[in-house]
């Protein structure tokens, strides 16, 4: 494969009839992309007049392109062209393919996964979107769908509330919303995908406890914008954006899902708008870009890339990790780039498949590189001096000494949280031990109603003797998971084991009546509990605590109603509510 790059410039036209001439495209597959700088007032005019010589000079090959800033030629950014690349596939087999939805209205979903499951040899997925929200969740979801050997990348392109991001392919309309796809197929295509972040993480957690799309309300409960205020002194007003970019956030969902988001302004109310959507829920941590530590992981992805020897690279660089290095914008995109053909451009997110999750990726570059058969040796390229520790500038050693004392401070809190979890709890059913539960009791708000219900297993020393105490055991837990599952798991509800096979419930916030009939259900049902192969049965007594007795006084009366109900047949409830 090859692939051929140029400008719109004085040397254009004959650029591309050199193109043609050097291939026929008749027999090959081919695909032209077009990066078009989104600022250029006269952008529209200048994509007309290249896409009729296109269609005159490389006639039948399929045009896709978008709106960018920076756009990336022969592995360097370039500010004032249009870039048009052309991708030309040697082997027979290896085909291109694109599809395009413009309707937001319409869930394309279904449509898109018809089409690409049909397609032989599928090996990569190209999304590019004008819009960022609706459009990505819809091609995200049909990539998710397709088997995970089928690489998948991509970009959002670039636009602004005057000049609006767009996309087009050869129907010679530009599109503000919507999302074409590449396929791209062939039995001796390969294709590798990399992502460069290099931000570090420092500080402790925090928890997404109010957001709605890409607008985040509440971290922990406190306003958002105080993650800023307070920890970093970034103050709002007209430099928030930029100096909230050099400390962005590492998102984790879950634990395969962790992108970067990075704050765009602030709100009255103390929300943030960050880049791209964070979803409620997620724990997020501030972040900080330390030039050496960014280079060092793009240098180690860089020679993953290498190791692949691709013909052609796609490189998808963010709009604000460019701002980020400033002066230097071009450092990452030329050590990417060393002795390979790559092109690209600076986009508004980055989209890649990662552990079978197609994630918008913020502050990052992603790149696609692609070859034809067997790897070829490239040329050998002559490494630069290593980072050591002696260029770590103090501010770079103080984060990781932070860091440092951070993590350490984190590890000794969850094993104290582990400590405190296993003093508190029972150690066989995983419920609250006597004296947890017995503190609880005992610190309850006696200006609100509260009740108690007492419960334990009828005839257990019976199941110990006849079927032995590992099946004693089983029973506790069965018990106990069922209470966890479907009991306290409501609001109000707490419980733990008194000691051997007896329970106690605390019930607040609740009315009479419906603390006897959950005591009620719950003997029911644990006649009906699986993995019992015999009959297990509860007693249990329910009451409630009056203003003029003691704490005492209420056990002993809800221990003298459970006795009540073990002496009077079992398997029943004794209240007195």
Not at 380 to 400: D, F, H, K, Y
Not at 487 to 502: S, T
Request: net charge negative; with cysteine.
């Amino acid at each position: 494969m090859k692939l051929f790059q140029t400008t719109f410039n004085p040397r254009f036209i004959p650029n591309i009839r050199e193109w043609a001439q050097s291939t026929s495209l008749r027999e090959h597959g081919a695909i032209i992309h077009i990066y078009a700088p989104y600022t250029d007032k006269s952008i529209y005019y200048k994509l007309d007049r290249i896409q009729k010589i296109l269609s005159i000079e490389l006639p039948g090959v399929p045009i896709v392109g978008c709106s960018a800033i920076g756009e990336i030629i022969n592995g360097s950014i370039d500010y004032n062209e249009c870039v048009i690349t052309l991708t030309v596939f040697d082997d027979p087999s290896t085909q291109v393919k694109v599809l395009s939805f413009y309707d937001l209205h319409k869930d394309c979903s279904q449509v898109l996964f018809d089409i690409i499951k049909d397609v032989p040899d599928l090996k990569g997925l190209e999304i590019v979107c004008a819009n960022s929200d609706v459009m990505f969740d819809k091609a995200s979801h049909t990539a998710d769908s397709l088997p995970d050997n089928i690489e998948v990348f991509g970009a959002i392109a670039v636009g602004d509330d005057d000049n609006k991001p767009f996309i087009f392919t050869d129907d010679n309309e530009y599109h503000t919303e919507g999302v074409f796809l590449v396929l791209y197929s062939g039995k001796e295509l390969h294709i590798q995908t990399n992502r460069m972040f290099g931000w570090k993480a420092i500080g402790y957690p925090l928890h997404v406890t109010r957001a709605e799309g890409n607008v985040v309300y509440e971290l922990d409960g406190k306003p958002a914008y105080d993650v800023y205020s307070h920890y970093l002194n970034i103050k709002k007003g007209p430099n928030f954006f930029y100096d909230a970019l050099e400390f962005p956030w590492e998102v984790q969902v879950n634990e395969e899902t962790v992108y970067i988001r990075h704050a765009k302004s602030v709100n009255p109310d103390g929300s943030i708008v960050m880049s791209t959507n964070v979803p409620v829920g997620s724990n997020i941590r501030l972040t900080y870009g330390d030039p050496l530590r960014i280079m060092e992981h793009t240098k180690q992805a860089g020679q993953l890339i290498r190791d692949f020897a691709p013909q052609a690279i796609t490189i998808y660089n963010c709009f604000g990790r460019k701002l980020f290095w400033g002066e230097q914008d071009n450092i990452e995109i030329v050590e990417i780039s060393k002795h390979m053909d790559a092109a690209g451009f600076s986009a508004l997110g980055e989209i890649m498949r990662f552990k079978g999750k197609t994630i918008l990726n913020n502050l990052s570059i992603v790149t696609a590189s692609m070859r034809e058969g067997e790897k070829q040796e490239l040329d050998r390229v002559e490494e630069g001096p290593n980072m050591t520790s002696s260029s770590m500038p103090i501010t770079a050693r103080l984060a990781v000494f932070i860091n440092t004392i951070t993590e350490e401070l984190m590890e000794k809190n969850s094993q104290l949280n582990d400590m405190l979890y296993k003093a508190s709890h029972d150690a066989l059913t995983d419920l609250l031990n006597r004296g947890a539960i017995e503190r609880l009791i005992y610190e309850t708000d006696n200006s609100k109603e509260w009740f108690l219900i007492m419960f334990d297993i009828d005839n257990f020393k019976n199941i110990n003797d006849t079927y032995g105490h590992i099946e004693g055991d089983n029973a506790l837990k069965t018990i106990a998971s069922y209470i966890k599952d479907k009991i306290i798991c409501n609001e109000g509800f707490e419980c733990g084991r008194w000691g051997g096979e007896e329970f106690i419930m605390l019930v607040t916030d609740r009315t009479a009546e419906y603390v006897k009939t959950n005591a009620e259900e719950m003997i029911k049902n644990v006649d009906r509990l699986l993995g019992i192969d015999y009959t297990l049965t509860i007693s249990a007594g329910a009451t409630k605590h009056k203003e003029d007795e003691t704490v005492l006084q209420t056990i002993s009366r809800v221990d003298e109603l459970l006795y009540k109900a073990k002496n009077n047949g079992k398997n029943q409830l004794y209240s007195d509510l």
